[in-house]
Each structure stands twice: as C-alpha cells, then as structure tokens.
C-alpha cells in the first residue's frame, strides 16, 4: 500500500481540517436570468465550497438574480403527502430566503419520473436508498475530503473545539410548510434523546465522556452546541451520519407531555399506553429513519414532516412510495427547485437470484448496497440488454471480519474463544488469497481487519494489515495442539475440554458478505478440526440474535471504521466493537464496563486500556501528531489480540445505475461510511426517459 499523492489513503489527513479558499468570483454580463452553470462547464464560477453556492454569493458571481421555477407536478405530489395544506404557496414562499445553489454535473435536469430501488425489508439493506433522499447539517463533498454546508450554512468553533456554532438558513420549512429552526434541534437533543420515556438509557453516541451536551438557542437561525470535553469530530458525524440532529417540534408538541399536560389523555383517545408511546408511533425510539412508520403499521397516514428531498407517502410489507418534499431547500444554478425525480420506489426483494434477475433486466434505477463483486461478471456481461452501466468503486470497510464471542454464554466455549491461540489459529487456516481470486475476482488484498479503515487514516501500518494473514494451516493445528483441542476419535473434528465436539455455528445474513466466502471459511477451520455450522437468517434475524449475545460469531464488512465515522464515533474502538446495525464481539465486557463492574464479565487489562484511549482519541483533532499516536496504538492493540479476523481488504465493489440516469457520475468510494451515496448529490440526478 503507497501514499501517492491523489490516493484515497489522503482522505483522513484532510477530512477534519480543510483549508477552504474562497475562488474570486467572475462575475458575468448582468442578465435577467441567470447562466446554466454545471461542473463540466462552470464559466469560471467557484464559490467557497464545491460545486455548490449560497444565493447571495451565486448571484454575485453570475452577475444575475435567481427567479424560481418548480416540478409543474408537484402540485399533485403534495396531495399525496398527508396532512399537508392545500393550495400550495408559489416557490418562492417555500424555499428558504437562502436557499442553497446545486451546479449539476453535466446539465440542467428535467423533472419527472421514478426511481427503482431494491432492498431486503424494512430495516434490512435500506440505507442505501435512505441515503439518496438525506440530509443533515453537513456534507461530504464527493471528493470525500471536505466538509461542506447542507442544512446549516455555515458553522464556527472556538479555540479548543468545545462550542460549535451552527447558522441555518432563514425561511426554511419542513415539507409541511411549518418554520424549521434552532428550536427543532433543542427538542430534538433535550425532549427526545435526553427524555428516559423515550430513552431509558440516553445512546452512548449521543453523551460525550459520558456527559451530556447543552444546545444553546441562540436566535431562530442560530444554535450552540457545548460539549463537555473537546469534541472537534462532532462535524464529521453530521456530514456523513443517518442520525439527523433535528426533529420537527410544531408536530411532535401536542403529544409531548411537556408541552402538552393532557398528551396522556390524547394518547389514550388514539389507543396508546402514554404519551411516549404515542410519540414513538412515529419517531420510533430511534434517530434510525426505517423504523415502520405508522403507514406500515396502520396508526395513522400521517408521517413525519421532513427536510429530505422525498417524503414518505406509501409503506406496505412488499415496499415504499415516496414523492418529492415541496419544501426542499435546493435550486439548481437557474433557480429550478431540486429534486428533479418525482417519486422513489422502493421495493423489498431478499432473494439474491431475484435481486440480479431485476437489476440485469434493467428494472432498477440505482443499486449500490449489497451487491458484490461476485455479482460484477454477470451484471456487466449484461449491460447492453438490460439498458444500464455497472462500474466497480474503491470499497472503503468492505473488509468482512469474523469475530469469535468472547463473552459467550457456554462457559467452555468462552474459554476457547478467549484463548488468543485459539484466535490466531483461525486466522492462519484462512486461504486469504484464494478467497480474493475465487469470491473477489482478484480485485482485494489479503489483510488483517483493523478499526481505522486503512484507506481513510495515516497511522496503519503495514506491518499491522499483514498480522497473521499468511495461509499457514500447519502452524493452526500447532496451536489448536498447544490448547489441547485434540481429535481422539480420528472423526476430523477436535474435541472441547469437555468431550463435545468442537462445533462453530455461523450465522449470517447474505446482505453483511458473499456466501461463497462463508462457505470457504466454514471449509478452512474444518481443515484444522474446527467443524462449522452454516445457517442463513435475515439481516434482522441476524442482528437480533447477535445483540442478545446468542451467537458463536458475528460477521459483517468492517464499516463504520474510516476516519471521519471513529473520529466522532468510538463503538468500532471498544466492546462490543460495533453497534447494533454491525455487533462485533465482547457485549458482557461491555456491560460490565455500563455496569461500573456490577455487571457482565470483567475484561482483560488490554481491553480497559482501549475505553481511556479511544476517549483521547476522539478529543482530538483527525490527522494531527496527537491522534495519529493515540490511533497507531489503539490499532495495534486489537491487531495484537485478533477480536476481529480479517480477511481481505481494498475491495473494489460494484455501483449499478440505469443508462437514462443522468447526471450521474462515476462514485469516489463505495461505502456505508460516508453514507453511500449522499457525497454524490442525488438530488441533482434526473430520468431523461
């Protein structure tokens, strides 16, 4: 691995601290409407950030005064939206004072249409589709370096990172019509993640040192954010989470008990418990945004008010119907509102066989999450049939780790999971460079899992990505020897202490990995006396159980790891080594740690160092000398002591898109981290069909 300049292993180094130089504006001829300015013919016109202007700053540089046009359908789109006031205001009302200025890559867009997507169910392989409606306060542009305004429009620090500014842009509206303001983002902290009936226990990811932060209204388009401790990754979370730091107070209030004494009466006239309930027929309990909504769950046909580009309007078992918000606070550089796709269709296909049946026959719009490279053959051989282009992205956390329960319930196997033996052996019995030629079609590299994406950080060595990656079966059943794990019946499989053979039951999901690999690895560890069980679940299945402790091991892709997710994000950096989407391994030295040792299973010396090293880490700022070190020796330590085994990283993946997809271009990366296609501004995407 090289650090050439232009290389994705740059990323880190610039994710946290860009220098961002305003471009001189050029301005142009004054004209009554202004120029169609794209990124393939810009003019000359750069603003402050990438492809991309606020209003005031546009029109100087232009030389023009925006006028807006709208969808000539969205009329009809916003009476399928529930509950929203008819007759529309014209488009200048709904869009914000300053509204942001989208430059489309290749042309100005038309407007129409709907856009296909697959996913597995409800909950299970629908980020990818979530992503290409999100928002939040920030973004990564697509070169995956600089952050960028979305939501808010501009933010500030002070000295030592621990109040973060955020202005927002006035007039903007929900896509109900209501004000969207500092005071949604105080409920949504205070009321809602703070509140114990919704929360009975506040989400780590949301406490800082384990305190509370304060949100400061400071006027309607201004909040403060004060952390406890210096919290500089904090902007990364909001440029690339599916957590969204606001939640619409005007529709929440009346069901909320502090501001509603009688919500309680109002929630038993609908049919609920209390008051939390009734809230949480709606949000969820969750800043996860497919959770069933009350279309699905037949509560009501209203949705939450949102700031996305498309609204929630239709939810069965079989899929999703969405329709363009007619509130976005988009325009492209002529002043049309964004988005320009009508609708977004979601359909639920978990079948693999169906899923590339679908996409060869050119049924669907956009495919990036859950398909494989194993995939790639097929779906470009048929390309010209089905109408559509399939491209291979650098994959960043595509890494598929396997994770032994360190904390198992069976105190036996406990005892073998916890011997670091027993962890190096499996790692040696994996043909790493058979699985990248026969499951990755010789687009991988043999390596170790680690919990900083390698690509994204500057402190993995290689040294530490080539730990224990050498396909050395003798040297496994040397080890397995070594703990006494014997076969003494000559049957092919090693025996427990206890006398029962050694059995690994894997479960998994076919969205987290490639079942060929499951299926070479199930045969490796057999190969050293270690049998394997294979059983597929769903996503849910699989998550459920592993969150419950039930499992053997636990496998996924290795995401949540880059740089900007652990530089605000610890939960890939200690136990249980992953969240409830991506569980890893360790969840009772989790518990005992909540617990403040009353509880779970006491872990080793090298795990407690890891909770005071990954709380310095993320008080400082990604990329300086300081994180590096406190990085280099975090990576080291689970390198070390193998709680997640990897297997082969630097994946290349598959990004399918339908031909009459337009400005659509090529992806920097394929990956959840940087919340799959959200750097790429879909809004700005449009059907020329």
Known sequence: MTDEPGTLRKLAGSGMMVLLLQAAPVALAAAAECPPITVAENRGIEGAFPQQFEKAEFEEAAGCELTFGE???????????????????????????????????????????????????????TSDLLSIRHVNLFRYSDDLKTVVPNVAK???????????????????????????????????????????????????????????????????????LIFPVPTPGIVNRFAVDFGQPFQPKHFFE???????????????????????????????????????????????????????????????????KLVANPYFFMVDTTGNQLPYIDEIEEQYVADKEVQNLKLTNGEVTYKMQAVFIEDFPVLKE?????????????????????AFNTTHEDPVLRGIFNDLRFREAMSLAINREEIEELVYLGQAEPMQATPAEPLTVTFVTDEQLGYMTDYDPRRADTLLDEMGLEDSDGDGV??????????????????????????????????????????????????????????????????????????????????????????????????????????????????????????????????????DRVGAEIVQIHVENLWKIGTVGNILGPVYHRNDLENFEPFAAKTFDYYWAYPFRPVQWYLSE
């Open 154 to 224: 501009s933010w500030s620090w002070n000295d030592d990172y621990t109040e973060l500014t955020v202005k927002l842009r006035k007039g903007h509206k929900w896509s109900d019509g209501q004000p969207f303001t500092a005071e949604d983002i105080r409920f949504w902290y205070e009321d809602l993640i703070l509140n114990p009936e919704i929360y009975p226990e506040t989400p780590s990811r949301w406490l800082f040192a384990g305190e509370p932060m304060q949100v400061e209204v400071v006027d309607p388009q201004t909040v403060k």
């Open 494 to 627: 090693r025996e427990r202490p206890d006398g029962k053979p050694l059995v690994v039951r894997l479960v998994y999901s076919n969205q987290g990995a490639p079942v060929k690999l499951h299926e070479l690895v199930r045969d490796y560890w057999g190969a050293v006396g270690v049998r394997v069980d294979l059983k597929e679940v769903t996503s849910d299945e699989y998550r459920a159980s592993a969150n419950n402790n039930d499992l053997d091991v636990t496998v996924w892709k290795n995401d949540g790891t880059s740089g900007p997710t652990i530089s605000q994000d610890v939960s890939r950096l200690v136990p249980p080594f992953g969240d409830y989407f991506n569980p890893g391994t360790g969840f009772a030295w989790a518990v005992w740690k909540r617990s403040g040792g009353e509880e779970g299973i006491e872990p080793p010396v090298e795990v407690k160092k890891l909770w005071d090293l990954a709380e310095e880490f993320i008080q400082l700022p990604l990329g300086s000398p300081e994180s």
């Open 254 to 320: 009346k069901m909320h008990i502090k501001y509603n004494p009688k919500a309680n009466e109002l929630a038993e006239e609908r049919g609920f418990e209390n008051w939390a309930a009734l809230v949480n027929n709606y949000y969820g309990g969750s800043d996860w945004k497919d959770v069933p909504s009350p279309l699905l769950k037949g509560t009501d046909s209203r949705v939450v008010p949102t700031l996305e580009s498309h609204i929630l309007v239709e939810e069965t078992a079989t899929g999703r």
């Open 382 to 402: 048929n390309e010209a049939n089905g109408g559509y282009r399939v491209d291979l992205a650098p994959g960043l956390g595509e890494n598929v780790f396997y």
């Open 71 to 125: 969808n000539p359908a969205i009329a009809e789109l916003n009476r399928r939206i529930a509950g929203n006031p008819e007759p529309l205001p014209p488009v200048a009302e709904r869009l914000p004072e300053e509204p942001l200025v989208v430059a489309p890559y290749q042309s100005i867009g038309r407007y129409g249409g709907t856009l296909v997507g697959l996913s597995k169910a409800t909950e299970a392989g």
